[in-house]
């Protein structure tokens, strides 16, 4: 595995012999990390939509149904949760025994920022009777106010389970609301919510560059607004995305989702291509997500040095919100 060495000075694990003060411009992160894994009994789970470096460094990498699947089974005291706030919080409900780490306690989701607890609460109970169903890119009050709770890898089947005479209430994501409608025939009553990152893409960019590359597939994640869907060859969670490009026989694909998802397409699959979905602004890099990508190699260390930042719930919000996250597992 490569080792990130930063700085001109090597020493043992960034120990200065002289003074044998750290000195992080010559830490071996790598494994400096992997050291620090076995001395604190920690686990590192990653999201496909961090950084290659960090995804390298994973125990377990996967989808966010994967990483809720493993922080209910693993057996280290402590969880590092590569990935955003949202997972943390998920990996702490499902295993509140466990000490979980995340390495920037900044790394949100504007997806999850788009639907506020107190408003959610207003919403919902102009529906009295609905089924709540929220996506788990959603703070853990949310969960708190669901019946269950899905991810992009289940919500068909999560959708599909409630009885059709019930009325549905689906957030915070609109466009995997309405791609769910199409997919299963329910109606749904949509919260307003958007991932930024799925919302950049340019549809005129994209058609023009599967024009000038007609050996090549279109395929999206579903949190991508609805006219990039319509034309994508294929749609699915970044798992699913993942299994397709493995099992399809074409050589070369338009992947509009976070682009850290590249980095195990191309380790998957060495002989194909993948060109990332074209954005709207070209002066951003908006198809890595600013949130995902505040973890680094330097924080996962820290973190595991200081053993923080944690993420904590209140015992009631721990015990309300795991409910329906049981039941989504349950049915996975
Ligand atoms: P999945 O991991 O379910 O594909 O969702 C992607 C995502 O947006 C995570 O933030
Ligand atoms: Fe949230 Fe979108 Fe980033 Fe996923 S990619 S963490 S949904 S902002």
Redo the contacts with the bound molecule.
Sequence with gaps: MKSFRVGSIKRLNGINPKNNMMDRDSIDYVQSIKDLKKEKNAVILC???QSPEVQELADYL??????AQCAAKVTQNTIVLA??H??AETAKIINPSKKVLIPDLNAG?S?ADSCPPKEFKNFINQYPGSTVVSY??CAAEIKALSDLVC???NAKKVIESIPKNKSIIFAPDKNLGNYLIKETGREMILWEGS?M??EAFSLEKIINLARKNPDAKFIA?P?SVSSVLEIANFI??????LKFVQNDSSKKYIVA??SG?LHEMQKKCPNKIFIPAPIEDETCACSE?AY?RLNTLQKIYNCLINESPQVNLDSKLIKKSKAPIEKMLALS
């Design positions: 999201h496909y939509y996967g989808d966010s149904l994967y990483l990935g955003v949202f997972m989701c997806l788990i890119n991810t992009s890898t991932c990152v799925h994640h949190e699915g969670s970044t798992s699913g995305l989702t976070e998802i997500c995902m």
